[in-house]
């Protein structure tokens, strides 16, 4: 996982070296955080500049301050709602909002800036606001939430309260069609997405 914070800062989740590492928007190494991580797999920086850490294999999220000093820790392992199973990925949303994927649960939680579990949506299967081990998200500055519902072949939106909207995307190599997306960036210019299995990038145009 990578994010950029509001000063330019790079925060980096060095997964198998079990750590946080921040560099210069020059790409100068600055910091290095090793808050006891197992496996961190996704990295996210919130206005107030605290680091939200996707703990994956500690079945939690962290939260740092700007120093790296433990803040909070949200989540155990456990399938019941406000418990996480290898979560992969977290992101902020426009309202401050703590989105996380949480693959193994085959679903996708919103936390408050506090730790308090605010919804919880998805579980194993193909329909529509169902998930099959999601990997990345993003949140677009309206608040809706963009899900590589990576092993369904498929990237899915949901509204800012976790309601389905949007899906597209099969098993295949075409245009339009994934293999494996395992992120997904929303900016101006449309949405990207990130395959692994197609090795490439596509970018989509979405209208609402």
Do not use: M
């Not at 989740?13 to 190494?29: C, D, L, P, Q, V």
Request: aromatic share 10%; proline share 4%; net charge negative.
């Amino acid at each position: 996982g990578v994010c950029v914070d509001s000063s330019g800062a790079i925060y980096v989740a060095n997964t198998e070296n079990n750590r946080i590492e921040k560099y210069s928007a020059a790409g100068i190494f600055a910091a290095g955080f090793d808050g006891n991580f197992n496996q961190p797999g996704g990295v996210a920086v919130d206005g107030s500049g605290n680091i939200w850490v996707a703990d994956t294999r500690n079945h939690r999220l962290v939260k740092l301050d700007s120093t790296g000093a433990q803040l909070l820790t949200v989540g155990s392992r456990g399938h019941l709602p406000g418990e996480l199973e290898e979560p992969t990925d977290v992101e902020i949303g426009p309202d401050g909002g703590v989105y996380v994927t949480d693959y193994a649960n085959h679903r996708v939680q919103k936390f408050s800036a506090s730790g308090g579990l605010e919804w919880c949506v998805g579980g194993f299967g193909t329909s529509s606001g169902k998930f099959h081990k999601p990997r990345g998200l993003a949140v677009a500055p309206d608040g809706k939430v963009y899900v590589a519902d990576t092993e369904n072949q498929r990237v899915q939106v949901l509204n800012s309260n976790g309601s389905p909207l949007l899906l597209w995307g099969s098993w295949g190599s075409n245009q339009g069609q994934f293999r494996q997306p395992i992120d997904v960036a929303v900016t101006a210019n449309g949405v990207y997405v990130v395959e692994r299995s197609n090795y490439r990038v596509s970018q989509f145009q979405v209208s609402w």
